[in-house]
């Protein structure tokens, strides 16, 4: 049944969700300001077609939020539904093949910024619930909240959760934000690592030098800059930093062995990312370096003289965007001050150096003998034919470590991405196919929870 009414009413839905994608809500552009209140009054809009007896855009200290609920019965059980509809930058424009915020369907594939994170996603939990609604097949509660922030760590959501507490009552709260190994080999995600990030700002003379007076004499802040972030990893794969890996646990055995169960092609893998050898922690396979294992790297550097021709210059500071993936137990603040303590510590006198931490967040570990969790394999197992694997993902979603702190309830972490989907990157898209089953799957998950005691 569900089937023939995604059939129905596909174009309805697609026009729908597109009329979400073409809202360019870029959260770390101040110039997209105005566009987070449209994509906001748009969900709201949605979701009240779908079939919420009570929506509206509710202010925070950033950008607004979007809340709605089905109440069937205060005495139900509630799910609480989180998404984002804030967007990454489309940038480098060049690079995609299609206009990023002109959603099209081109080889049964959605091609827009944010088809997959999180409109996407997000578009399939409220297509399921209208699902249900309109076929008077829903027995509990449904809440929903819906970010603009998550892009840039969520920043006003943990306040507004606190101040909200009541509002957001829930027994199980329900993500759609993640992925799964493969289109052919589904899996549900019981682990995100932890994020710490900082902006590095290195001053050298107190302007630009020509290189040819200076060069030899005063510190270039480049070449410290790149010293110092060489220093921070051994040849091993190992960060330096003093006490970096004081709360970090060994990985469990049969957790390794699970982990040597999942069909993963090495080759394959290299060969999809157009790399002769992979780097990573040394005693440590693949997905265990990306699942349980913390990393770092630097996301952005520059300084200096980059435009067309030669400028012979020693310039007067160097900056660097870099970040740390942390796992359960490791402290994002604990580890911003270990790092910051560090680069200071060990930055020559020939430079000053400025360390800023810009935004982190915790890990998260979703036990897999939950009963919410046995429900959302059961829904993968109707829509997929297979029963999804459990997976620790690399990413990170920094709220859902707090929703538990301060709601007090677990996640499950139902996600329908894949590698190709290209979240983040020129030519993002979402299969039709896995859109489908995505809807599916968690209409699935509704009846499966319907049963539980």
Not at 209 to 219: D, E, M
Not at 419 to 445: C, W, Y
């Amino acid at each position: 049944m569900i089937k023939t009414y995604i059939k129905e009413n596909e174009s309805r839905i697609l026009d729908e969700l597109f009329s979400l994608i073409r809202i360019p809500s870029i959260s770390s552009k101040s110039e997209n300001k105005a566009d987070m209140l449209r994509c906001a009054e748009r969900w709201k809009e949605l979701l009240l077609e779908a079939g919420v007896s009570r929506a509206e855009v509710m202010p925070s200290d950033g950008n607004p939020m979007v809340y709605a609920e089905k109440i069937i019965d205060p005495s139900a059980k509630t799910i609480l539904i989180y998404g984002h509809y804030d967007v990454m930058p489309a940038e480098p424009f060049e690079l995609w093949k299609t206009e990023p915020f002109e959603p099209v369907v081109k080889d049964d594939h959605i091609w827009a910024r944010g088809a997959d994170d999180d409109k996407g996603q997000s578009f399939i939990q409220a297509k399921a619930f209208e699902y249900l609604v309109k076929n008077n097949l829903l027995k509990h509660n449904i809440k929903f909240i819906l970010e603009g922030e998550e892009e840039i760590g969520s920043p006003s959501l943990e306040t507004f959760c606190e101040k909200h507490k009541e509002l957001l009552k829930a027994n199980i709260i329900l993500v759609s934000d993640t992925s799964m190994l493969s289109a052919d080999l589904p899996s549900l995600t019981t682990g995100l690592r932890g994020l710490s990030y900082w902006q590095i700002e290195v001053t050298g003379p107190n302007h630009d030098l020509h290189s040819g007076h200076f060069g030899g004499a005063v510190a270039n802040p480049i070449n410290v800059l790149c010293r110092l972030i060489s220093d921070m990893q051994d040849d091993k794969g190992r960060i330096q930093v003093p006490g970096f890996y004081d709360d970090v646990e060994p990985i469990p055995q049969e957790e390794r062995e699970l982990v040597e169960s999942i069909p993963f092609d090495l080759d394959k893998y290299k060969q999809s990312l157009d790399v002769e050898e992979l780097f990573g922690e040394e005693g440590y396979s693949t997905i265990e370096r990306t699942g349980f294992r913390p990393s770092f790297d630097v996301c952005g550097i520059w300084g200096g003289y980059t435009g067309e021709g030669a400028k012979t210059v020693i310039p007067s500071k160097a900056y660097a965007k870099i970040s740390t993936r942390l796992v359960p137990h490791q402290n994002s603040e604990k580890i911003s001050l270990l790092v910051k303590d560090y680069l200071e510590s060990v930055a020559p006198k020939t430079v000053k150096i400025k360390v800023e931490y810009l935004h982190g967040g915790e890990g998260y570990v979703c036990p897999i003998d939950l009963p919410a969790y046995k429900a959302a394999e059961k829904g993968f197992e109707k829509a997929f034919g297979k029963r999804p694997l459990p997976v620790r993902r690399g990413g990170s979603i920094p709220i859902i470590s707090t929703f538990e702190k301060i709601l007090g309830i677990k996640t499950i972490l139902m996600g329908f991405g894949l590698e190709s989907n290209a979240i983040h990157s020129p030519n993002e898209n979402m299969p039709l196919d896995i859109f489908r089953k995505g809807i599916e799957a968690v209409v699935g998950f509704h009846e499966e929870f319907d049963k539980l005691p």
